[in-house]
């Protein structure tokens, strides 16, 4: 395994010890068990995630300064949710000064940039004390999982129980035992197309990362990757907030986390190579400087 799953400490299989928790937590409850434990010790006074917005399944960022609070945010919402934009407005309005932030690979590198190049963020960049990144292949619009509900699964957005893209499909869970699977053949085109230049799976920025794939229904991966992630991490084990195993005794394990890590790249890596000599890598030449 190479690069793909950028550095890391430890890579656990691991879930929640909290049954609450795990009632409605998208995968093994990481990001909701760590955010709980990080605010009661105090690692934390509060922690931008995202809840249902104004419209079923539409994300909406807030900060949770309560166990309360954060429970709210359990699951995955499969659209573009802006919790970076958020930083400012909880140090300002709500006063934290010591800051937990979930989000996609992308997010992470913009949370990373901001601390290294604080524009704007004047005392905010230190005050992020936990970035959990959780793994990405894709994201799309609010009106094209609209559709792929509605239109492909046939069923209501309000009566969607979960969703969750694995084992090759795009799942939708009713809440009334309902099952439909999509083919993602079917889901690609409604991807978000800035998806298809992103070349981080696993959020490699992030003090601790986690998804489903890798490890069995139920459990999720967990990568600790900074000093300051382990330190969280290891302290959360000792209080109990997780079981683990090794990664090596799970199915499917890091080889599928490497593969699909590898294709990502692999695929968008030719996209960005394409946009370059489509226009955009031309266009930014100056038109009157011989090549
Ligand atoms: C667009 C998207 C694509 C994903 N693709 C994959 C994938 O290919 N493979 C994989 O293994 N995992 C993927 N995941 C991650 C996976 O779905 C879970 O979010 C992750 O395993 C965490 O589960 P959990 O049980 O630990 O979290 P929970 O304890 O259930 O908490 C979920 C957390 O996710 C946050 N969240 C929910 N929706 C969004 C959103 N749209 N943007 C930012 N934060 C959000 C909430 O704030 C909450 O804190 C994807 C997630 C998203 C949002
Ligand atoms: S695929 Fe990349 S750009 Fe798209 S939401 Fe996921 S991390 Fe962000």
Redesign the pocket.
């Known amino acids: 395994m190479g690069t793909e799953l950028g550095k890391y400490k430890t890579c656990v299989s691991a879930r929640s010890t909290s049954k609450e ?1 795990l009632k409605k ?8 068990s760590l955010f709980a434990y990080a605010l009661e010790e105090g690692i934390i006074d509060g922690a931008i ?3 249902p917005g104004d419209e079923p399944w539409r ?1 909406q960022p807030y900060v949770a300064t309560t166990v309360g609070e954060l429970m709210a ?9 802006p ?1 970076v934009s958020l930083i400012k407005e909880a140090t300002r309005s709500y006063g934290l000064d010591k800051i937990g932030i ?3 690979p992308c ?1 992470m590198q913009a949370v990373r940039k901001g601390q290294l190049y604080p524009f704007g963020w004047r005392d905010v960049d230190d005050k992020i004390k936990l970035a959990i990144g ?6 799309f619009p609010y009106q094209s999982v609209k559709q792929l509900v509605e239109d492909h699964a046939a069923m209501k957005m309000e009566s969607v129980k979960k969703m969750e ?1 694995g084992k090759g499909k795009f799942w939708v869970f009713g809440e009334r035992g309902q099952v439909v699977q999509l083919p993602l053949k079917v889901t690609h085109k409604y991807e978000q197309p800035a998806c298809h230049v992103c070349l981080d799976y696993v959020a490699n920025l992030a003090d601790v990362s ?4 890798g490890s069995p229904d139920g459990w ?1 991966t967990v990568f600790v990757r900074s000093k300051n992630g382990d330190d969280i991490w290891t302290k959360a084990i000792a209080a109990g907030c997780f079981e683990t195993k090794p990664i090596e005794q799970v199915k499917p394990g890091l080889e599928l986390v490497s593969k699909l890590a590898n294709e990502k790249i692999g695929k968008n890596q030719k996209t960005v190579e394409a946009r370059a000599t489509f226009g955009v890598g031309k266009a930014l030449r100056n038109p009157y400087i011989k090549p």
């Open positions: 928790i937590a998208q995968d093994g409850g990481i990001v909701t995630v995202s809840g994300p945010s359990r699951g995955t919402r499969y659209n573009i949710s919790n979930v989000g996609t997010q959780i793994f990405c292949m894709e994201n893209i986690t998804g489903s794939v999720s």
